[in-house]
Nanobody, 123 residues
């Protein structure tokens, strides 16, 4: 059974930092495209960042230079380090696991999702 469990969300002031974690079971993170998505109130879910099975990383323009996606193959976990946060980063953040070969920030490419963790950034 595949499970993705996120943690690390919370409330932070603008300019602050948060690290999200996603512990994965039933799946090997290094074998798959792994990604973070987010959904803000009243908006569609959007891709934030991915790391491919080969280690390539990509970011959406809004977070490039501020967020870093990483994985730990020993812990079988995925992380998102978020720096210089702004109120526009407020959202529920989801960890997702997808294909071994196809990797893009498209939600339809991901088979398994975590339950989400809330990040709230105040000004």
């Amino acid at each position: 059974q595949v499970q993705l469990v996120e943690s690390g969300g919370g409330s932070v002031q603008a300019g602050g930092s948060v690290r999200l974690s996603c512990v994965v079971s039933g799946y090997t993170v290094s074998d798959r495209c792994m990604a973070w998505f987010r959904q803000a109130p009243g908006k569609e879910r959007e891709g934030v960042a991915y790391v491919s099975s080969g280690g390539t990383t990509r970011y959406t323009d809004a977070v490039r230079g501020r967020f870093t996606i990483s994985r730990d193959n020993v812990e079988n976990s995925l992380y998102l380090h978020m720096n210089n946060l702004t109120p526009e980063d407020t959202a529920i953040y989801y960890c997702a696991a997808g294909s071994p070969s196809l990797c893009a920030l498209r939600s339809d490419l991901f088979n398994f999702w975590g339950q989400g963790t809330q990040v709230t950034v105040s000004s």
